[in-house]
C-alpha cells in the first residue's frame, strides 16, 4: 500500500520527478514520506536520534546491504558522503 501510494504520487507529478537530478531520490523520498507518515512520529525508536540521511543509510547500506554507489544513487546523496556516514554509524552504533 505504501509502495503503491507512493508510486501514485509520483505520477502526478512525474514530468517535474524526470526534469531532477536524480529521479530515484525522488521516488526513495516519496516511499520514505509515506512510511514516516504511516509510522507517527517515534521518538522512542532506537534511531530517532539519527537524521534523515542516516537513518536511510542504516537501512539501505546496513540492514538490507545494498552497495553504497546504489545507496547513493538511490537517496541522490554524494558517495563520498555516504561512505563517511557508514563508517560513523560502524564506529557509534546506534
Known amino acids: 500500500m505504501v509502495v503503491h501510494d507512493?508510486?501514485?504520487d509520483l505520477a502526478r507529478r512525474w514530468r517535474e520527478v524526470l526534469s531532477t537530478a536524480s529521479p530515484a531520490a525522488c521516488a526513495w523520498?516519496?516511499?520514505r514520506q509515506?512510511?514516516?507518515?504511516?509510522?507517527?512520529?517515534l521518538p522512542l525508536s532506537p534511531v530517532a536520534h539519527l537524521t534523515a540521511?542516516?537513518?536511510d543509510v542504516l537501512l539501505l547500506h546496513l540492514?538490507?546491504?545494498l552497495p553504497?554507489?546504489?545507496?547513493?544513487?538511490?537517496?541522490?546523496m554524494d558517495p563520498a558522503a555516504v561512505h563517511v556516514r557508514v563508517r560513523a554509524l560502524v564506529?557509534?552504533?546506534?
Open 53 to 55: 540521511p542516516e537513518q
Open 29 to 31: 523520498q516519496a516511499v
Open 63 to 65: 540492514v538490507l546491504e
Open 34 to 41: 509515506r512510511v514516516c507518515a504511516l509510522a507517527g512520529p
Open 91 to 94: 564506529r557509534h552504533p546506534w
Open 68 to 76: 553504497e554507489v546504489e545507496v547513493a544513487e538511490l537517496t541522490g
Open 6 to 8: 507512493a508510486f501514485d
